[in-house]
Nanobody
Framework: QVQFVESGGGLVQPGGSLRLSCATS????????MAWYRQAPGKQRELVAR???????SYADSVKGRFTISRDSAKKTVYLQMNRLRPEDTAAYYC?????????WGPGTQVTVSS
């Protein structure tokens, strides 16, 4: 059973913006912190941003001030607004639980920042 459906990736020029979306179930959305992760070719998956059910957020140092994570309770969706994108932000982006344990990973969405 697919538990996370990511969308919104694409090709964007440096300095541009994208908004990623992650739809999930009511049970997951209401009870767990959720997070966005990314994995670039040849690199380990890394945590990008995290949001708790109460709305507390945290970010990797590399994206602070540029990315914003948010939640929409009505749509059971977590968003990642990405501004001032850089080539080093190029990666496959995934959402999952924001803790020590994960559910099966979704297909992710590819973000490519290039001129």
């Amino acid at each position: 059973q697919v538990q996370f459906v990511e969308s919104g990736g694409g090709l964007v020029q440096p300095g541009g913006s994208l908004r990623l979306s992650c739809a999930t179930s009511e049970v997951i959305f209401s009870n767990y912190a959720m997070a966005w992760y990314r994995q670039a070719p040849g690199k380990q998956r890394e945590l990008v941003a995290r949001v708790t059910p109460s709305g507390l957020t945290s970010y990797a140092d590399s994206v602070k001030g540029r990315f914003t994570i948010s939640r929409d309770s009505a749509k059971k969706t977590v968003y990642l607004q990405m501004n001032r994108l850089r080539p080093e932000d190029t990666a496959a982006y995934y959402c999952n639980l924001g803790g020590d344990h994960f559910r099966p990973w979704g297909p992710g969405t590819q973000v490519t920042v290039s001129s």
